[in-house]
């Protein structure tokens, strides 16, 4: 080129074969993309400039193209080549395409010839599959599938084609795979590649799901499932009920809340039964005291109630029955609504019973006051009177029991009274008398501890009294005993009064009895006289006086001390007295 500057009509009407260009269209199905189509173009190289000269400076070509003739919307340098493909073109259009020549000094030539080609458009192979083992169709919009009989059709690059699928009796349209498709609705897509789709058409099967009263199965009813498909039932027991069986096919397959088919290929049946909770009641008898009726745990429905009889032993009574949120009447326990385990207690105590117990100011009892016994035991009391004093009476029940100083409550069963009277100790003072009088009172005395008593000690006409015993003192004919602490025996005895008779002898004889002799009251008392030998009684003198020459003398009835005296003469020859 050599700094000449090329003119496209120069070039052609000097060399017609300056380019020669050939142009390739090759489509591609595979590639998605809008330009996929591409031309080859090729040229002769120029070997002279315009103005004939031998060409020798040639550096390179650009490319030209565009979708209107002359009107190039596209260029590219291609360096120093004469085979040149045009990429990213796209389908269906016209292009175009002229070339240039430039030399190492960057001067370029005129456009070639112009060279124009349509590119076709594309077409794709759409491929129907049918998958699951069911039976229906598949038909296309537009025209041309009816799968079926037909299963596959050749489509324009950009074809939009809507496929519905129909399955056929007892079948079921799962969805699409491939082509951009998924759900079970029509599968639209544009062609742009070849393309498979799979229609799944399944056959389905009925499983029959039931469930008892108290809970649910779902999906419950006749439910449709598609072959090798899981289908997962739930089953659901109402609040407070429980499952008691789920049956499979009539198999049972336990208390599960869940059961899954999986690759289902026949019909089935499922079916939950279900039943209302229940709990356990547990009846307990705290101690020894008494039982519940039942005495074994119960089972009760929920929100039911149950009963129990409570009753105590012998002599036991119903303390407290808890537990359950129940209530008592009676002998009988009824629980509240039971809404989980729970345990009826019942607690027993023994009866008791009260013995009142009381004594006098004058002693004590004890224990004293309201004293508290257990059924079938025993209670002894002591009554002590203060000193000084003893027992009185014991009433039991108001009933006397005597002067106890102990008494015992045996296997009691009832409230009883016990009271203690006490008395002051009183002793017996005896009166006793002998010969010769009396006392009075005669009879014993009942004296209180501490105390006097007096008697009156009367002695006969003449006798004399002295009294002993109980401490005492006699003045004048009234004994006082001192304070009598004990029995004790006033003894009064009585000395007959005695008078002396003085008697006395003179010379010449005797008297029988002779000197004092003592004589009782109102005794009598014989003296005998008697003279010596020749001697003679001359007088007896009773008290002083003259008596005679008795020769005996009686006193009589004394009640006085007398005196006797004999006196005697000596006889003479003449027989006459001899005064002394």
Known sequence: MNGKKWELGAMKNRNLLFFYIL????????????????????????????????????????????NFSGNYSQNMNVDNVTTYTV????????????????????????????????????????TINKGGGGNGTVISSPAGINCGSVCS??????????LTASPDT??????????????????????????????????????TATARTGGTISPSGMVSVNYGANQIFTITPNTNYQVTDVLVDGNLVGTVTSYTFNNVTANHTISATFAI?????????????????????????????????????TGYSVTSVTGCGGTLSGNTYTTGPITGNCTATATFAINTYTITASAGATGSIAPSGAVTVNYGASQTFTITPNASYHVADVQVDSSSVGPVTSYTFTNVSANHTISASFTINSFTVTPSAGTGGSISPSTPQTVNYNQTTSFTVTPNAGYLSSVTGCGGMLSGNTYMTGPITGNCTVTATFT?????????????????????????????????????KNYRIVDVKIDGSSVGAVSAYIFGNITKNHKIEANFVQKTSMGKLKRP
């Open 277 to 313: 909770n229940t709990y356990t009641v547990t009846p307990s008898a705290a101690g020894t005291g008494g039982s519940l009726s039942p005495s074994t745990p119960q089972t009760v429905n929920y929100n039911q109630t149950t009963s129990f009889t409570v009753t105590p032993n």
């Open 170 to 207: 007892n079948c079921t349209f799962a969805g699409w795979s491939g082509g951009g498709c998924s759900g079970a609705g029509q599968c639209v897509f544009t062609m742009n590649a070849n393309t498979s789709v799979t229609a799944f058409i399944l056959n389905t099967y009925s499983i």
């Open 496 to 532: 007959i009064n005695t008078f002396t008779i003085t008697a006395s002898a003179g010379t010449g004889g005797s008297i029988s009895p002779s000197g004092t002799v003592s004589v009782n009251y109102e005794a009598n008392q014989t003296f005998s006289i008697k003279s010596n």
């Open 87 to 126: 990429n990213n073109l796209t389908d269906g259009l016209t292009y175009y395409f002229a070339v240039t020549a430039y030399d190492t000094s960057g001067n370029e030539s005129g456009y070639s010839n112009e060279l124009s080609k349509t590119l076709p458009s594309p077409q794709y192979t759409l």
């Open 153 to 162: 059709d050749v489509y324009n690059a950009g074809t939009v084609v809507t």
């Open 23 to 66: 142009f390739t269209m090759i489509f591609s199905l595979n590639s998605p993309a809008a330009f996929s189509g591409t031309a080859t173009l090729s040229w002769d190289a120029p070997t002279t400039n315009a103005d004939g000269t031998l060409l020798t400076d040639l550096a390179g070509y650009k490319v030209y193209y565009g």
